[in-house]
């Protein structure tokens, strides 16, 4: 799951809690949440800091343990290309704090 074309690339997996994400940038891009070494979401946004806080109180996403994220101008085609390449390898199925939204 990396994306080099054009030098972007992933930050390490942070521990997902208060003081992790409102150290994270207020930039354009995208981000994968994880429990038990499961993805549950796959997002993408203008503002990460924003939307990994909002996701702090998220239902089905607050179980999230860890996440990681990567700063990039098109957050809408890169999570596009991630969640292509999740269901292509998953039979079909979305990461599953998404399945309720499709």
Known sequence: M???ESGESWSQWLD???SNVSSIPESAGVFVMHASMK???I?????LR???LQSLSTPCMDKAKRFRYMITESPDKVKEQLIKEYIEKHNGKLPLCMERSS
């Open 50 to 52: 924003n939307s990994l």
């Open 2 to 4: 990396s994306n080099t």
């Open 43 to 47: 997002g993408g946004s203008q503002n």
């Open 39 to 41: 993805i549950l979401f």
């Open 16 to 18: 997902f809690d208060k």
